[in-house]
């Protein structure tokens, strides 16, 4: 059982996927500073200072109005739809880098392949390089000789 699981463990595609779930984990953390740390103070300020981050509907009445969502979640039962739009921004972000690196990579096959696809001329033998030769001597010859008989 201990050699069946190495043999799986150490398989290229587990260690593929390995290697992309690590990068997707590292690629998700840049995405979402981007998202919180630049995106949203921009979009904050172009709306006149909105932290969407805070935005959020009490669903308790134990839940004081003013107060910032993670306060607000320790107080009650809170809706954070500005939690949802952030979320939602991050994953549309993500989604849209990973179309362009699909695409770029689709665009790189198909150049392999129609690269690869283009048929090389076939080698000629050289015997009949040879017989292609003596004809094309032959009718040379034949147009020397019926020029010179008329």
């Given at each position: 059982?201990?050699?069946?699981?190495?043999?799986?463990?150490?398989?290229?595609?587990?260690?593929?996927?390995?290697?992309?779930?690590?990068?997707?984990?590292?690629?998700?953390?840049?995405?979402a500073s981007l998202v919180a740390d630049v995106i949203m103070p921009i979009i904050g300020a172009i709306t006149g200072?909105?932290?969407?981050?805070?935005?959020?509907?009490?669903?308790?009445?134990?839940?004081?109005?003013?107060?910032?969502?993670?306060?607000?979640?320790?107080?009650?039962?809170?809706?954070?739809?500005?939690?949802?739009?952030?979320?939602?921004?991050?994953?549309?972000?993500?989604?849209?880098?990973?179309?362009?690196?699909?695409?770029?990579?689709?665009?790189?096959?198909?150049?392999?392949?129609?690269?690869?696809?283009?048929?090389?001329?076939?080698?000629?033998?050289?015997?009949?390089?040879?017989?292609?030769?003596?004809?094309d001597q032959l009718t040379t010859l034949n147009a020397h000789m019926g020029s010179a008989v008329r």
């Amino acid at each position: 059982m201990i050699e069946e699981f190495k043999k799986f463990a150490l398989r290229g595609n587990v260690v593929d996927l390995a290697v992309g779930v690590v990068i997707g984990a590292a690629f998700g953390a840049i995405v979402a500073s981007l998202v919180a740390d630049v995106i949203m103070p921009i979009i904050g300020a172009i709306t006149g200072g909105l932290d969407f981050s805070n935005y959020y509907i009490p669903l308790s009445s134990k839940v004081q109005s003013g107060l910032s969502y993670v306060d607000a979640k320790k107080q009650g039962a809170v809706l954070g739809y500005g939690q949802f739009l952030t979320v939602l921004l991050n994953f549309l972000i993500v989604a849209f880098v990973l179309f362009l690196v699909i695409r770029a990579m689709n665009q790189l096959l198909r150049a392999q392949d129609a690269k690869a696809d283009v048929p090389k001329a076939p080698e000629i033998p050289a015997d009949v390089k040879l017989l292609a030769e003596i004809r094309d001597q032959l009718t040379t010859l034949n147009a020397h000789m019926g020029s010179a008989v008329r």
